[in-house]
């Protein structure tokens, strides 16, 4: 399904011309090198360009459309037209120089049989420069005294004639488009994307920009050991792609993970989208509402855009006519060795994608604080609440990130581990922050429990609560207050020494600190002393004569909800005087 949905969305994009064609892609170069017609190197040229690198301009291999690059492993394997300078100079700086004319000769030997037959006068440059070229001189060469030693490092090179790149030539191109359908021995199967009887694809080419995985590209499809085949079938054989398919599917991903603003990360997976027949709008949307991305309009706008495409209405935005019917497709990769994992690959309409992450926005809606910026909390930030942010490791589960985002974008019941996650959290840190009240909000709005009614998951703090759980974290936070009051500038209060013991055994520790509370309020002048005493008898008025001697998890929930409304009740009337 995955790779159906790519070459689609491949044939999508060649009718407007954003996809290079059959047989051709993307390449970084470095370096031109200048040839006369006798195939003498008369120069290397810079092609490198300038980019803005944070906030400096610093000088990069241009991306230049090239014929497609072949996969190496630990072979020799020649590209056509475009390599470094083992293949093209027959030298590297790996103490192999052996190997560096093995790979010389491959790379000879392949411009041969793609050009023999052709007639022009940069294919006869090409073709001499490989039969003149003399390895063992490269390293005295005058043209490559300036930028040897960029060379030997894996710069690519392409070739220059009059001025002119040899993949220009018509002629060229059609030889190269020849060489590259040809059947090659290649065994003829029934292509499990496309249904077309043809030759298959042994190794698939590699997908680039995973982050984690190799720079150099890892695979998407690919069997390696014996263990992953059967009835004989070597490599890419167990799961027969035709040539057309797998150039097609690679070269969507690759476009897709190019572009990098429509790129999203949660912990190491990293996360593409796209409409089967639309253009970028459908992706700027979804990474402003779903993945947290910085958008160009206010919150207001994108949310009065949201909710008419969520009624089924279509919305003229960004040039673009959007469709909430439009098929939409969401992917999460993982590195994974040489490999590549899918976390998670979605398909639904972009209408649905975006009522379930609104539904999903809205169980999370819970009381700001005035120092936090986001009207809403995204995916990443979300994630973010499940991991010690003093840990040199911040990245968050893998096999969390991906449960989480399927319930968020399916609208299915949150996973058990997001509450075990946040759980531990509030243990080890005593701190109940925006996001993990929002999670436990949501989580219980979502499944639903008798230990945590609805009367207490609401957005702000509700007094008319008679819920006994959610009135002891109400409680504890008056005690807190109270604690601080007393003593102005406290470094450690009873949330860092007793608030694990009274969310799970409030008998045994509230008549400690209630009793501790009584010599606080002796230090109070009598306006604030009366203040909290009125607080803390209404509050002592509900929870009955005894308390619980024991909290289960979800009343512990409540717990927490009922201290982080009462805390950030506290500081809004501070902020109203």
Excluded at 71 to 90: P, Q, T, V
Excluded at 220 to 249: D, H, I, M, R, W
């Amino acid at each position: 399904m995955i790779l159906q949905a790519l070459t689609a969305y491949y044939e999508t994009l060649s009718a407007r011309g954003e996809a290079p064609a059959y047989g051709w892609g993307y390449a970084k170069v470095s370096f031109a090198l200048c040839i006369n017609q006798n195939g003498a190197l008369e120069q290397v040229v810079s092609v490198k360009t300038e980019q803005q690198r944070g906030k400096k301009l610093e000088l990069v291999p241009q991306n230049m459309l090239l014929p497609a690059q072949v996969k190496r492993a630990n072979g020799i394997a020649a590209n056509f037209l475009c390599d470094n300078a083992s293949y093209f100079l027959g030298v590297d700086n790996k103490g192999k120089p052996e190997r560096a004319l093995q790979c010389f000769a491959a790379c000879k030997e392949l411009h041969e049989t793609i050009l023999k037959d052709v007639d022009t006068p940069a294919a006869h440059a090409v073709l001499a420069f490989f039969r003149c070229w003399k390895p063992e001189e490269a390293a005295d060469h005058p043209a490559l005294a300036e930028c040897l030693e960029d060379a030997l490092a894996g710069a690519n090179f392409v070739f220059r004639c009059a001025g002119d790149g040899p993949q220009d030539d018509p002629q060229i191109r059609k030889a190269w488009e020849t060489h590259y359908s040809a059947v090659d021995g290649a065994p003829e199967m029934a292509c499990l994307v496309t249904g077309a009887v043809g030759p298959v694809e042994s190794i698939h080419p590699v997908i680039k920009n995973v982050h984690g995985a190799q720079s150099m590209g890892a695979a998407l499809v690919s069997f390696n050991a014996p263990a992953y085949c059967s009835y004989g079938k070597e490599q890419n054989l167990n799961a027969p792609t035709s040539k057309y398919a797998a150039f097609a599917y690679t070269t969507a991903l690759n476009h897709l993970l190019d572009d990098r603003e429509h790129v999203w990360r949660l912990g190491n997976t990293t996360v593409v989208c796209w409409a089967q027949n639309g253009g970028n709008a459908y992706q700027n949307l979804m990474g402003w509402i779903g993945f947290g991305g910085t958008a160009p309009y206010s919150f207001d706008d994108l949310q009065s855009v949201v909710a008419r495409l969520c009624q089924g209405e279509a919305v003229q935005f960004e040039e673009e006519l959007l469709d909430p019917q439009m098929e939409f497709y969401i992917l999460g990769l993982s590195p994974n060795a040489a490999r590549l994992s899918v976390r998670f690959f979605l398909r639904n309409t972009f209408g649905a994608f975006l009522t379930n992450t609104q539904a999903h926005q809205q169980r999370l809606e819970i009381v700001r604080p005035a120092y936090d910026n986001f009207e809403t909390i995204p995916l990443w930030k979300l994630l973010e609440e499940t991991v010690n942010q003093n840990a040199r490791d911040k990245t968050p589960s893998p096999e969390l990130a991906g449960e989480v985002a399927r319930a968020v974008l399916n609208n299915t019941p949150y996973p058990v581990t997001l509450l075990n996650s946040v759980m531990l959290r509030i243990r080890a840190e005593h701190k109940v922050t925006r996001g993990r009240a929002a999670i436990l909000k949501a989580y219980y709005l979502k499944n639903s429990h008798t230990a945590v009614p609805k009367e207490v998951l609401t957005v702000a703090l509700n007094t008319q609560s008679t819920n006994i759980p959610y009135n002891l974290g109400r409680v504890f936070s008056v005690l807190e207050a109270i604690q601080s009051a007393a003593n102005p500038g406290i470094n450690t209060t009873i949330r860092d020494r007793y608030f694990n013991a009274a969310s799970a055994t409030p008998a045994h520790v509230f008549p400690v600190l209630v009793n501790l509370a009584q010599k606080h309020l002796k230090k109070m002048d009598g306006g604030k002393q009366a203040y909290y005493i009125k607080q803390l008898v209404e509050l002592m008025d509900k929870l009955g004569e005894n308390y619980p001697a024991r909290l289960n998890l979800p009343q512990q929930g409540a717990f927490q909800l009922g201290y982080y409304q009462q805390t950030q009740a506290r500081f809004e009337k501070k902020e109203e005087k």
